[in-house]
């Protein structure tokens, strides 16, 4: 039994966050399947990569541009053929967990993350178009972006809630996924098969709190808020999804939206390279890694039940941070504008890519 497996009678799903052609078409998620993940994604960075420094994706690309495609519905036929593979793919997993894992996941345009009727208009429409009842449409954690995922919920859709780094963003993602069956119970639909994933990210926060620990010359309390917010936002789960409000939606058939570590490679070398894996890992709860780091885990991981440990002295060391001058608010919020930023950029970076390439193989 691999440490995946041992990690998933904890209660957890490891999801695999990467995806690229060539390693779909020689078998490889196959294997990492036998290994123990039980699911992937996938986000406009991994594609950037994938599509533009690669030529594997050459020959669809030569043929769509003599069709005189443009470079964006180009990029989504590529796109969408992974997914299709990665779904297809999966879809054993999915039928044998009831739908519980199995999954993957597709965002939608990241020039669409302050904009509502756009984001939930692009989630319905890239739902049709994968058509795979294992598809997670990715969503950003934004102003814009909250309600979109409660619409998106209410229309039947799996949503991948992604770029939350604060707890008041997880409160607000948990309210809209409630909002969402809510609605979907009170137009006379089906919950029990709609399935959400909330992503908090990890290693980020670490990454901008330390720093911010350094200017201060306080360095003695980093490498603890990462971690101490992904279990505080553990805790709310755990109260939000035994509340009174849940009873009604959990006899409907409902599941509860699992809490996703994302972010989870280490940044910072001086850290153990599984460290945003072992501290993690409990019931209801997903971690989407990438390459690297799984092999890691593999290697070394551990697997014991982690995320409720500490979790009073996670509230002190967090009051202690602020105590120093460290403003959690104002660095989440900086994440998640950057994190909006650094997906727009890989998108803009990506069509380009793929604007150069069709202009010349045509």
Same mark, same amino acid.
């Given at each position: ?25 020689? #078998? ?7 290994? #123990? ?39 989504? @036929? ?8 990665? @779904? ?10 009831? #739908? ?44 814009? #972006? ?80 990462? =971690? ?48 945003? =894996? ?75 890519? =793929? ?8």
């Amino acid at each position: 039994m691999s440490t995946l497996h041992a990690i998933a009678e904890q209660g957890q799903s490891v999801w695999l966050d990467f995806i690229r052609r060539s390693f779909l078409a020689e #078998g490889k998620l196959d294997a990492w399947i036998e290994k #123990g993940i039980r699911g992937v994604t996938s986000n406009p960075s991994i594609f950037q990569k994938a599509i533009a420094e690669h030529d594997e994706y050459d020959d669809q690309i030569r043929q769509l541009a003599a069709k005189h495609r443009d470079p964006v519905t180009i990029y989504e @036929a590529l796109a969408i053929a992974d997914i299709q593979r990665a @779904a297809d793919t999966l879809r054993s997993l999915y039928d044998d967990s009831n #739908g519980l894992d199995g999954y993957v996941s597709l965002e939608v345009s990241p020039t669409l993350a302050h904009d509502t009727e756009g984001t939930v208009a692009d989630a319905k429409r890239l739902h049709a178009a994968v058509d795979r009842p294992n598809l997670m449409i990715k969503i950003p954690a934004t102003e814009a #972006g909250i309600p979109a995922i409660t619409q998106t919920l209410a229309a039947g859709i799996n949503v991948n809630v992604t770029l939350i780094f604060s707890l008041q963003q997880y409160e607000q993602t948990a309210e809209a996924y409630l909002k969402g069956l809510e609605a979907r119970v009170a137009s006379g639909g089906d919950i029990s098969r709609i399935a959400s994933v909330a992503s908090f990210f990890v290693s980020r926060v670490d990454t901008a709190v330390d720093d911010v620990l350094e200017h201060l010359n306080r360095k003695e309390f980093q490498g603890h808020a990462a =971690v101490d917010n992904a279990r505080l936002a553990y805790a709310r789960f755990l109260d939000i999804f035994a509340g009174d409000r849940w009873s009604p939606l959990h006899r409907a058939g409902a599941r509860v939206q699992r809490p996703l570590w994302a972010s989870t490679g280490t940044k910072n070398p001086a850290y153990a390279d599984t460290v945003y =894996v072992d501290s993690l890992i409990g019931p209801d709860t997903v971690n989407t890694v990438p390459p690297a780091t799984l092999d890691a885990v593999l290697g070394h991981g551990k697997s014991a039940a982690s995320v409720c440990y500490d979790l009073k002295n996670a509230h002190a060391r967090m009051k202690v941070l602020a105590d120093v001058g460290v403003d959690m608010e104002a660095i989440t919020a900086r994440l998640l504008d950057d994190g909006v930023a650094a997906f727009a950029k890989a998108f803009d970076d990506l069509i380009k890519s =793929v604007a150069e390439k069709a202009e010349r193989l045509r």
